[in-house]
């Protein structure tokens, strides 16, 4: 009974594992076998193209071609190499030890080959190469808006900024060319090649303006040599959606000479500091305090102070055992009898400083919160920076009044762009994008990007009265080299002192300027960032005259008339 039993069980494992490999294993063994007698050259999918809003393009394609080897085939490993490495500029020693390795059935010996080099390569007839199609990626301006589209890798997938952002819709689909081989994988003489074609990328269409970027870049450029700063920087939006319409970052580099070789110098140049960087504020920032006491007074909150109020003309302000001052020494009558917009064209720190102690933290971080700051604004774009705030539980008296006018708080310049556009177009917080639309390859559109609201941050009465009064800081305050004539232009000056570990790092500032026009009903919003620059640092002699450069150049773009 019991060998009955044993043989029994021997069968019943030997069944089983017939079972195994017929039923479950048999799909894959399948493949196995065909994968040893066919053999497969990629057909790499053409990259979808990159457009501006107007339909310029921006990244494109040259055909270029791989190159693959399969060592079983190759005749003379020595002679192939040799003739590979001359045309292909490759050390014919590497080549050789490639292609004697039998512990593969193909490498892939070189990409972004040239055509005329395949053909020099092909005239030679060496046995075991095979080429297929690539692309090269053609940025045909160079270094502009090159840390905003980023880069590909040499295998043409999305490396950073744009190109990776939206890779899964620029890559497309590759397809192959299928043959049959022996078993050492050389072709067969009857060989039947099967062929399935590429399915090219989508393109994208950007909110970019290629003229505006174009001058926004010129004049970037020019502060950045003439001021000798470390960095320079802007971004232009259309406050009625939030779309980019330009994104400078200086220095730059080009598209087209990616410094790969070099981590350090790739981090340090591709990086989109707009996005991904913050930095104190400064007075910029006293548009949110601003906007958070005019909202408040409409409402009828009796804490905050109304746009007649005159605030204490004292320069200093004693908090929690620290002393606030102004930067004017109140001299002779000197910044005596501010109202809120007095104060704003005077940048009088004290002012806010008496505001946002006044709303108090749980009304002022509501506001903080509602204007994006601490948190990402949602840029179709990786890597964003979420600022820098004080936990509202941590907060002290002394932060608190010192946020109120951009210190003991960080933003990403994207973050303070949008916050300034909301305070000012009506009191719409969108969320910003890159994005205008998805085309096929064929020209179609196949998807447009809808704006989208996130949520009211002021009423449209307290908007349109800081609207007002930031158009008086550009005509008789601290912004008037923003001033352009015939045009209603408002903004704010900030210069805040940088800190390097915990202090104050002595003579480095950031000096900025937001501004938008027409200023009673937004249409283009600026801000412009200088790091560190030398000889003047203040906001309204270093960035100001910027954004009028800005300014005046989209007037001329888009022939807009002045006013009256």
């Known amino acids: 009974m019991s060998v009955i039993l044993t043989i029994t069980f021997i069968f019943f494992i030997i069944f089983a594992r017939f079972f195994y490999i017929q039923v479950v294993w048999g799909k894959d063994l399948v493949w196995r076998a065909t994968d040893q007698w066919n053999r497969e050259i990629p057909v790499i999918a053409e990259r979808g193209v990159i457009y501006d809003r107007n339909g310029n393009l921006l990244a494109g394609n040259r055909t270029t071609y791989s190159v693959f080897v399969r060592p079983n085939a190759v005749e003379d490993a020595k002679y192939a190499a040799e003739l590979m490495a001359g045309v292909l500029n490759l050390d014919s020693a590497e080549v050789e030890k490639k292609i004697t390795s039998r512990n593969v059935s193909e490498i892939t010996l070189a990409r972004q080959v040239e055509k005329q080099k395949i053909e020099e390569l092909a005239a030679y007839g060496i046995s075991g190469i095979y080429y297929a199609r690539d692309n090269t990626?053609?940025?045909?301006?160079?270094?502009?808006?090159?840390?905003?589209?980023?880069?590909?890798?040499?295998d043409g997938s999305g490396v950073a900024g744009i190109e990776k952002?939206?890779?899964?819709?620029?890559?497309?689909?590759?397809?192959?060319?299928?043959?049959?081989?022996?078993?050492?994988?050389?072709?067969?003489?009857?060989?039947?090649?099967?062929?399935?074609?590429?399915?090219?990328?989508?393109?994208?269409?950007?909110?970019?303006?290629?003229?505006?970027?174009?001058?926004?870049?010129?004049?970037?450029?020019?502060?950045?040599?003439?001021?000798?700063?470390?960095?320079?920087?802007?971004?232009?939006?259309?406050?009625?959606?939030?779309?980019?319409?330009?994104?400078v970052n200086y220095p730059s580099y080009d598209l087209n000479e990616v410094p790969r070789d070099d981590t350090e110098i790739l981090n340090a140049q591709t990086r989109n500091g707009i996005v991904s960087d913050i930095y104190e504020p400064g007075s910029t920032f006293k548009i949110i305090t601003a906007a958070a006491d005019l909202e408040e007074y409409i409402r009828g909150n009796k804490s905050a102070f109304s746009p007649s109020y005159i605030f204490n003309s004292s320069r200093t302000r004693s908090v929690g055992g620290t002393t606030i001052k102004c930067w004017s020494d109140h001299a002779n009558g000197k910044h005596s009898a501010q109202t809120l917009a007095q104060a704003l064209n005077n940048s009088c720190n004290p002012c806010f400083t008496d505001i946002a102690l006044a709303l108090g933290t749980d009304t002022f971080y509501d506001y903080l919160s509602a204007f994006g700051l601490g948190n990402v604004t949602g840029i179709d774009f990786s890597g964003e920076a979420l600022g820098m705030l004080v936990p509202q539980s941590l907060v002290r008296d002394c932060d608190l009044a010192r946020i109120g006018f951009g210190q003991t708080v960080a933003v990403t310049g994207i973050q303070l762009a949008c916050a300034a556009a909301a305070a000012v177009n009506g009191g719409n917080y969108y969320e910003p994008h890159l994005l205008k639309g998805i085309v096929s390859s064929d020209g179609r559109t196949v998807e447009e990007r809808q704006p989208v609201v996130r949520q009211r941050v002021i009423s449209e009465e307290a908007s349109h009265l800081l609207a007002q009064m930031l158009e008086g800081v550009v005509s008789d305050g601290s912004g008037k080299k923003a001033y352009i004539e015939g045009y209603k232009v408002g903004g704010k000056t900030g210069t805040a002192q940088k800190y390097e570990d915990g202090h104050i790092a002595a003579g480095k500032y950031v000096s900025s300027f937001v501004g938008f026009f027409p200023s009673d009903t937004p249409q283009y919003l600026a801000l412009v960032i200088v790091d560190e620059p030398s000889g003047s640092y203040y906001g309204s002699t270093v960035a100001a005259p910027v954004a009028r450069e800005i300014f005046s150049d989209i007037i001329a773009i888009k022939n807009i008339q002045p006013f009256g």
């Open 165 to 247: 952002y939206y890779d899964s819709v620029l890559s497309g689909k590759n397809g192959e060319v299928m043959y049959t081989t022996d078993i050492v994988g050389v072709e067969t003489e009857d060989s039947e090649i099967v062929y399935r074609e590429a399915v090219a990328g989508n393109g994208v269409r950007l909110t970019i303006d290629l003229d505006i970027q174009l001058a926004a870049e010129d004049v970037i450029k020019s502060v950045y040599v003439s001021s000798g700063a470390k960095r320079a920087s802007c971004v232009v939006i259309d406050p009625r959606d939030f779309s980019v319409l330009a994104m």
């Open 137 to 154: 990626r053609v940025y045909p301006y160079g270094d502009l808006l090159c840390q905003v589209m980023g880069f590909t890798s040499s």
